[in-house]
């Protein structure tokens, strides 16, 4: 039970995640990975409501002085979800066609930029990625369809998160960054699995704006300085990425004034 009196999560359809994780506190007060349980299928009038929810968030984080915020569209989320052909099988105006499945998602993106402007909105997505049983018939269709809707909307950045980046073998089809590049007008930004030396051939290739970094950054803190001086970098810890205190969080260290360079 993690939800607030035992309430059921909710989805576009009623399909259990495979091998679906929450991180939760436990009632001894440790933290840790616990199974989802089977959502229930949004009822069409509950989604303007989760729309609000998205206007608010944003709202605060307006407040709270964040400069931009990032829609969380990847990595089987609920947006995600609701795009994908394998998690949404609702027959209203949020499920069936591309333009429907994109339809909630888009709200929640007009929801933030009518708070922040566009200029100051991205969005994350994770074409082709199949986690946690969630697949796609057309990943490349969609991922195109919304970067056209996106550019209209001139939105910041569209940040792209590699299929592969938690394992498998799934890459982005040959072809699919030049499509992307040349459907949105905003600034692209890639990651998963990337090293200094991979994000600088994607730049100065020209299908990316920027390369974002993950695992390498919660072992490294100063991971910018490290590429700078070409340092050696620390391993991550995997025993810790999901744990509950700063263990594996803050506790990684700096570089010791240069001691740690390669040669
Ligand atoms: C401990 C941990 C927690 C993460 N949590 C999220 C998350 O909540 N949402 C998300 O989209 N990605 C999440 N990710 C994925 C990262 O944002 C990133 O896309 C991924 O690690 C690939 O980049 P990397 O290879 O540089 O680590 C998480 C990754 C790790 C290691």
Request: hydrophobic residues 35%; aromatic residues 10%; negative net charge.
């Amino acid at each position: 039970m993690v939800q607030p009196d035992g309430q059921q999560p909710v989805a576009p359809s009623a399909l259990k995640g495979e091998g679906a994780q929450c991180f939760v506190e436990f009632e001894d007060g440790t933290a840790g990975q616990h199974p989802t349980s089977t959502p229930r299928a949004l009822e069409t009038d509950e989604i303007p409501g989760i729309v609000e929810d998205y206007r608010q968030a944003a709202e605060r984080a307006k407040r709270a002085g964040f400069d931009m915020v990032e829609v969380h569209a990847a990595n089987a989320y609920l947006l995600n979800q609701f795009l994908a052909t394998g998690t949404n099988k609702r027959t209203d105006q949020y499920g069936g066609s591309l333009e429907n499945r994109a339809r909630f998602p888009l709200e929640v993106v007009d929801a933030v930029i009518d708070v922040y402007g566009a200029d100051r909105v991205g969005i994350r997505m994770t074409p082709f990625i199949e986690l946690f049983g969630l697949t796609d018939d057309e990943p490349e269709a969609m991922a195109l369809y919304m970067a056209d809707q996106l550019s209209k909307r001139g939105l910041a950045y569209l940040h792209l998160n590699e299929p592969n980046w938690a394992g498998g073998d799934i890459t982005f089809p040959a072809g699919f960054r030049e499509k992307m590049r040349e459907r949105f007008s905003g600034s692209l930004i890639y990651c998963g699995n990337y090293d200094a030396e991979h994000a600088e051939k994607r730049i100065s290739e020209n299908t990316t704006d920027a390369v974002a970094f993950g695992r390498p950054y919660i072992a490294n803190p100063d991971l910018p300085e490290r590429f700078r001086v070409n340092a050696s970098l620390t391993e991550p810890n995997h025993e810790t990425f999901y744990g509950g205190n700063e263990k594996g969080y803050t506790d990684y260290p700096f570089m010791d004034n240069g001691y740690d360079r390669m040669s």
